[in-house]
């Protein structure tokens, strides 16, 4: 049994204006460190997964950003392309059609992952997966990880946990973002996780329960797998244009009865707007200066500082976002975070 | 009798860091409108002094600037150098001996401005250095130009007008920057004027007064003049360095029975600071876009926005100062304008 990474990478979210736009999306940005989301999600495969089993599904569009963001890190043939940005169940049929004919095996493990999240502990990140494509692979079901809940987060999904089985546990059931006191009472049953959309099974488990659970997706299989033998870029996007844009949530998680949970091991951070780049930095001098560059405060305190290249000055103000890159300037409260987006509409 | 324009443009301000460094001072930067406040000094004399013979003083680091911001605008030797920035008494004496090895004569008049100044009625300007010009010659005196205050400021200096002489006002007495209580008691009488460091005079009585007032300033001036005429300046830098380092009020103004004021009739802004742009600018959606590049707000007002070749964002803040150019980030509110200087000293 081999293991293979999936990298979902096709995002064009823009929470993070002016770093992030539609031409350069969150996955790109160094967000968390000195290199790229992206890149961060493929390395944290190192040690578990071989460069030469981890792809990447991206839209043609950001195929140069791909390249580069995953050179080194990915196989041969590692970049997937949708042909247009759709959803996450024809996106996972697309990439584990890419891996069989790659050569992957029904009875080899895939571990699917989104690109643009955070998480430091990288042997908890490695530790984690690895329970659960042994317990994918050993009870022939397909695992999701889940984030063990810090707080009653209102913008998740949750996966509720029933009795363990081996080192997993079977899932009672996936539930939608719940209203906050939903989401208290979550937390204090202790037997809910968030659902992060990182999935661990056998390949030919996955594609059965998305042939039971969502037969009209499923149906383009075969076509998918023809159109990518032939490298026929027109007949996928044919296909792939036909397919529902479910989320796989949707098309599967929430009916099929062969899901189960292991809880993470390590932190995580979906990074959701800046003000969230807080909760995974250290202060400097009581600001959090992320892209690393010179700051010099007085007066200020609690400020996030992302302005690469540049000396920040930061007089007399507290709790702001300020950005500054080659083309923009974004000055804003932490607490405004989510208002970027009227900015964006603007744009 | 003509009439000569001296610019003093050797300033090296930092209060409008990060846009005004010591190598770009303010005068080179345009802060209310498309060209440099030097340039608009230079500029504001048009149809009242020809550019031949308009000058500028500055010193020799700022070379490069002075030129590219005065070309067009200045008599062919129009640039005069300080040896190194001393204090405006010198500065002025060395000019005028400028002027005069360039041919001017004693009964010429100078008018003789600060290059850092703002002001918007060109029409009123020109009037007033009319008038100040046309009894400076009439009554042999050196006339300043008082700015009528609108608030009791205490960061300038007072001077007190006396009787109506033509349309001049003979100067009781200058006073220096006065505390809060006393400015408000200088505002109630209306015989108080701001000292904005603009005079006219004719040329022998500025000597004249320099010789009587001032005699340790006034003993250089032959030698200024051989050096000048030379082109030795190593003997100027030599002369110079000997000269005290008095302000013209001090060696002047303050001591001298021969000096009138005539009241300007236009606005006048030194722009001490980030704030002070706001008073010269009218708002865009409540906020003053210094620059005049895209500014996009939501929930934003009463914020300052200079970030010349960007697009700027601002999101629920309000009276800011918001900076970035090239190499740099500023935010403050604006009440603390003045706290750039704590920023300029840690740099």
Known sequence: MNLYGIVMAGGQGTRFWPESTAKKPK???ALAGETSLLTQSLERFEGLIPSERRYVVTVKAQEELAKQHSKNNIATNGLIFEPAGRNTAPCILLAIAALVVEGAKLDDVVCIVPSDHVI???NGFRKTVEIASIEASKQQRIVTIGIVPTFPHTGYGYIQKAE????AFSVKQFREKP???TAKSYLKTGEYLWNAGMFVSPIGIFLRELETCSPETFKSYNALVDALTKKDEKLLADIYGQMPKDSIDYAVMEKSKFVSVVPSQ???NDLGSWDALESIMQATDGNFNVSGDRVLTHEASGNIIFTPGKTT???????LVVVSNEHSVLVMPKSKSQDVKKIVEKL
Chains 1, 2 share one sequence.
Do not use: P, S, T
């Open 313 to 319: 000055a930061l007089v007399g103000v507290n709790d």
């Open 120 to 122: 430091l502990n990288e």
């Open 179 to 181: 209203d906050q006191e």
């Open 164 to 167: 363990l089985q081996g080192e």
């Open 266 to 268: 390590f932190d995580w």
């Open 27 to 29: 996955q790109y940005l």
